[in-house]
């Protein structure tokens, strides 16, 4: 009997490779389908939240649809944080959940629906004729529009015969957005001769930049025009030569490399929001800058943009050097002139801060230097995002992945490392969290040393604190109580369930870190690094946002 729940499964697995969540009664014929019938692995988590939170970074490390799935009522609300994080983050992927019989709620049920909507997720919901072209349609929709579709399995029809899977037409994607019209083409030949006429141009590229694939056509730009380049938090690594790159704007930016930032005549901007974190709350440029923006919203999104094109950064970037080659100026001279490599320095600290624990620069820098090259970060949110945004660097914008940030939640970082683990089998994969937010998320440490096993690595930065809230709201003269975190010892947790857990109290502890990266991978165990650093230093991206709030 091919069920309705069969119909979804098969129609899914098409489209997809992995699937992460927690099984129960609202989609156990779901969960069953796909393991009997298909080539998809199943990946079991502790926490349904953590369901989705492993497929957002399974998507953002290899950029391919991903599924989470989750039974209903309590199974589903658990849900609601990090379906919130992959729509404020742009991220696609179908959560398939059990909901309440096509007959109406029971007792313990909720309106499912509205509370997606309330996220800014859509809901499809199957019946037993039309199950295949339904995800077909969820899958266009998270593909399209770069969002979480929730796929819903009424109660009462999740077994019901279907008869035969029919066959489903492929997803219809939209093509790349192309600079096209009189208005666009005239505003790629002001950038291009604002460019070609700069003395001090500047590159700034994001995430979906990256998304675009334009590195390549970013890279030709910023040769053909002499511009120095950075990125955003997310989209680091997306320019070919790092030589002239320096490194990420906002406040994980060095600030020698801040300040030329703010010399420039002429800024582009591509695939990048402009939120404030990236602006430096209004400061990144000075007022004198011209500051272009190439995206593929509507209309610009910061109001110190002069000149806005609407397209793909790929293809705008291949259009503005064409223009500029048409031109034929020579490139300016500055990136020449500029010590790129000085200028992305950070302070490293002194090893201990005046309250006798380890200064947590101090530590990050060390880790940095002990890292493998092959490697991705996830990131929890918190005080510390700023220590490894500052010091571990990464490759590509695919292997540094900060889930929880675009909501300004804590608490998703042990889920993430699955996701991360599985879509690049041979990296190690970094967790950085803080010790609010890895108790928060606490029940899938399990399932990130189960999955990561001898590829995965965790640095808690162990304050006793919420960092970020004593910084802020202790410095107004708050009660700091409610703020504070007796101190756990998180090397013991990772033992517990067959991880090794080191405390880091001095730097020569982190000799364990120096030898783990020498042994093989299917010999060692998941490393916990559980560093008890002092609440005191504060991280430059937090002194921006004292600033802001004082």
Not at 436 to 447: I, P, Q, S, V
């Amino acid at each position: 009997m091919s069920t309705v729940s069969a119909h979804v499964a098969l129609t899914l697995a098409r489209h997809i490779d992995h699937v992460f969540g927690v099984m129960g009664n609202g989609n156990a014929y779901f969960l069953d389908a796909l393991e009997r019938s298909t080539e998809v692995q199943f990946t079991a988590v502790r926490h349904e939240a953590g369901g989705v939170v492993a497929a957002d970074a399974y998507h953002r490390a290899s950029g391919r649809l991903a599924a989470a799935t989750a039974t209903y009522g309590a199974g589903f609300t658990n849900t609601i944080t990090a379906l919130a994080e992959a729509v404020q983050a742009h991220v696609p992927l179908v959560l398939v959940v059990g909901d309440e019989p096509t007959s109406g709620p029971r007792p313990w049920d909720v309106d499912q629906i509205a509370l997606a909507s309330a996220v800014g997720a859509r809901t499809y919901t199957v019946g037993r004729a039309d199950a295949a072209a339904t995800t077909v349609i969820a899958i266009e929709h998270a593909l399209t529009y770069r969002v979480p579709t929730v796929l819903a399995i009424p109660y009462d029809v999740a077994a019901r015969d279907a008869g035969p899977v029919p066959g489903a037409p492929e997803p219809r994607l939209p093509d790349p957005v192309a600079p096209t019209g009189e208005f666009a083409r005239a505003a790629v030949r002001e950038i291009a001769e604002a460019l070609a006429g700069a003395r001090r141009p500047f590159l700034l590229a994001g995430r979906g930049a990256w998304i675009s694939g334009a590195g390549e056509a970013l890279g030709a730009l910023a040769d053909a025009t002499g511009a120095l380049t950075a990125s955003t938090a997310l989209g680091r690594g997306v320019f070919p030569n790092s030589d002239f790159d320096l490194g990420v704007t906002g406040g994980f930016g060095a600030e020698s490399a801040m300040e030329h930032v703010r010399e420039a005549d002429v800024a582009v901007v591509f695939g990048a929001s402009l939120n404030h974190f990236t602006m430096r709350f209004g400061d990144l440029f000075s007022p004198g800058t011209r500051i272009f923006q190439v995206d593929i919203a509507p209309t610009a999104t910061h109001p110190h943009v002069g000149g806005y094109v609407r397209g793909d950064a790929r293809l705008v970037a291949q259009a503005i050097t064409h223009e500029v080659r048409k031109i034929a100026a020579e490139p300016a001279d500055w990136r020449e002139a500029v010590d790129v490599a000085a200028a992305r320095g950070h302070d490293v600290g002194d090893g201990l801060a005046p309250d006798g624990r380890l200064d947590p620069r101090s530590v990050a820098a060390r880790i940095g230097e002990l890292l493998p090259m092959d490697r991705v970060v996830v990131s929890d949110g918190g005080h510390f995002i700023g220590w490894a945004n500052m010091f571990w660097p990464v490759a590509s914008p695919d292997r540094m992945m900060m889930v929880g940030t675009a909501f300004q939640s804590i608490g998703l970082g042990w889920p993430s490392v699955p996701g991360a683990a599985l879509a690049k089998p041979s990296a190690t994969v970094v967790l950085t969290t803080g010790d609010g937010g890895g108790l928060m998320a606490l029940a899938d440490l399990e399932t990130a040393v189960r999955v990561a096993r001898g590829r995965g690595l965790a640095v808690v930065w162990n304050d006793a604190a919420y960092g970020a809230e004593v910084h802020l709201y202790g410095l107004k003269g708050l009660a700091e109580a409610p703020m504070r975190i007796p101190e756990v010892d998180f090397a013991a947790l990772a033992a517990g369930v067959g991880a090794e857990g080191v405390v880091v109290r001095g730097l020569e502890d982190l000799e364990r870190l120096a030898t783990w990266v020498t042994e093989p991978e299917a010999s060692r165990a998941f490393l916990v690094l559980d560093c008890r650093i002092s609440g005191e230093i504060v991280a430059p991206y937090q002194r921006e946002i004292i600033r802001v709030n004082s």
